[in-house]
């Protein structure tokens, strides 16, 4: 029976599964050929491979109407038959929205090469023209090409980019935005990436970016929301003033910029705080403000060996997704016991709570290579997964991960508190109350006076990349996060870190057939 996760989503914050190419492609392929044999499918997908798609609300074992796909990941020739990526494509509009990550990350990287700082060089052009035409295909909203200022201290990004500081990250979003501003056809609503590294690049940024979103000045061009990236994504400070800003720049109206979304957002207390944040701008200034977040740890968890099997949520504590080692073992090929009974029986987790996805699902579904068996390439591995065995997991993690949000969010309105949303060291200040004696005022300087009187609640509220304290107003979070450079000053808190590039390594060998 298919659960629906779109029905419970109430009003709450709204999170996105950052769907990964590996998972998609054995959605897509299935429709066109026998990518999974069917003697390979659990006996539990009744509607084979497409039991695993949550965007499909008639054949998914569950459904949810909302994700995230990234632009860097994808095959941007629209006119190039894409079976893979037919889990995107050629979905159900009415019953899904997808946003669309514009691949901003991989010019930061350096992986999408050219003078960004040029607009005539023909690297930048040629992907800003597919991006912008893939987005327009196949998005409901998109995120314009920036440039992330933290390219400017990536050797790589440096050097593939051309770009070595704050004011050529600039400069470069420039560009982007002015290509997308005049060459978008209005299939696809564009959302304006905030970045800066420090609250002053953050407010710059925002100063020279926020035209693109004024209909005074495009009033039918205008970027039709916000996507909080940088030290903007991540520091509940600088996140409100911005909102300040915003209300009163006339630039958070209801019908033209409704969308805020967060990068890279995976903590259950995030979850619940942009929650409290979406409810007060709803009462008191737009009630179509809609709040997004997105994280890929369902399928980089996956790509790590990981499973979750619970999540934690105890009043006044850190709330968190509880994730565990999953079983890996030849001698399960040819048991026969559901896969929650053989893992709990077993000794192999102590708690495992159940997926549509895992209810009826054999251990010998995930376990599937016996002592001896050789792989698609001719090799005995040490591992009894193959390659489906993981996409089996990921759609399992997806779920967990999107029940866990709204669980934490039924939970928090029932009464429980996580330790960071409540300030109880003098006076017993919630983090809720804090945000709707913000909005409630049509006052701009009352409004920014509030914010200053709780910095130092704030301060105690650890940032979606963990940084915490003093650190946080000028916290280099996105750079840090993404590359090895090492800080012993730097307050962290205690998330799981997830190895971005063994889900990477999966997707290439899935890509050249050698995946086990």
């Known amino acids: 029976m298919n659960r629906d996760l779109t029905a419970t989503q109430n009003d709450y914050a709204v999170f996105l599964p950052a769907l990964s190419g590996f998972f998609a492609t054995y959605v897509g392929k299935q429709r066109f050929d026998e990518y999974v044999e069917k003697s390979r499918i659990p006996s539990n997908f009744t509607n084979g491979v497409e039991s695993l798609n949550y965007l499909n609300p008639k054949q998914g074992l569950f459904n949810y109407h909302f994700t995230l796909y990234s632009a860097g990941h994808a095959e941007l020739d629209t006119n190039k038959h894409s079976p893979k990526e037919d889990m995107v494509r050629n979905r159900d509009r009415k019953n899904s929205w997808i946003l669309g990550d514009s691949g901003g990350f991989q010019i930061g990287k350096g992986v999408w090469e050219g003078n960004w700082k040029d607009p005539n060089c023909p690297k930048a052009q040629k992907k800003r023209e597919q991006v912008l035409t893939w987005m327009d295909a196949y998005m409901d909203y998109g995120m314009i090409l920036d440039i992330p200022a933290w390219v400017a201290r990536s050797p790589a990004g440096q050097k593939a980019t051309g770009i070595t500081t704050y004011a050529e990250a600039v400069e470069g979003t420039y560009i982007n935005n002015d290509w997308f501003i005049k060459k978008r056809n209005g299939n696809c609503k564009f959302l304006n990436v905030l970045q800066g590294e420090t609250h002053a690049d953050a407010e710059d940024w925002y100063q020279r970016m926020k035209k693109y979103s004024d209909p005074k000045q495009y009033p ?28 009163y720049d006339g630039l958070l109206e209801k019908g033209v910029q409704d969308i805020m979304h967060f990068l890279g957002t995976s903590k259950l207390e995030w979850a619940v705080l942009l929650t409290d944040i979406q409810r007060a701008i709803r009462k008191h200034h737009n009630e179509n403000y809609t709040i997004t977040f997105d994280c890929a740890s369902p399928f980089l968890a996956t790509a790590n060996g990981q499973l979750y099997i619970q999540n934690e949520t105890a009043d ?38 159940d997926s549509p996805i895992t209810s009826e699902l054999k251990v010998s579904d995930v376990c599937t290579y016996a002592p001896g068996d050789l792989n698609k390439i001719g090799k005995e591995g040490k591992t009894s997964w193959d390659s489906f065995s993981y996409a089996i997991q990921m759609g399992h993690n997806v779920w967990s991960h999107i029940n866990a949000v709204q669980e934490a969010n039924r939970q928090y309105d029932a009464g429980t508190i996580p330790k960071m949303l409540v300030q109880e060291q003098f006076d017993r200040v919630f983090f809720r109350d804090v945000v709707e004696e913000i909005f409630a005022t049509d006052d701009k300087e009352k409004a920014l006076k509030l914010i200053e009187e709780h910095s130092r609640f704030y301060m105690a509220i650890p940032g ?53």
Not at 221 to 247: A, P, T
Not at 326 to 351: E, P, Q
Not at 471 to 497: C, H, I, R, S, W
Request: glycine residues 6%; hydrophobic residues 30%.
């Open 316 to 353: 006044r504590t850190k709330w968190t997704y509880r994730m565990v080692p999953s079983v890996d073992d030849k001698k399960y090929a040819s048991d026969n016991r559901l896969f929650k009974d053989a893992v709990i029986s077993d000794g192999i987790f102590k708690n495992f709570e």
């Open 220 to 247: 039918n061009e205008h970027f039709n929301g916000w996507s909080m990236g940088g030290q903007n994504m991540c520091d509940v400070h600088l996140v409100l003033k911005r909102l300040v800003s915003l209300r």
């Open 464 to 516: 979606t990349r963990g940084n915490v304290g003093k650190k946080t107003l000028n916290a280099d979070t996105q750079f840090y996060a993404m590359f090895d450079v090492g800080d012993d000053n730097k307050e962290q808190d205690d998330e799981p870190v997830l190895d971005e590039t063994k889900l990477e390594d999966l997707e290439n060998e899935q890509l050249h057939g050698e995946t086990q």
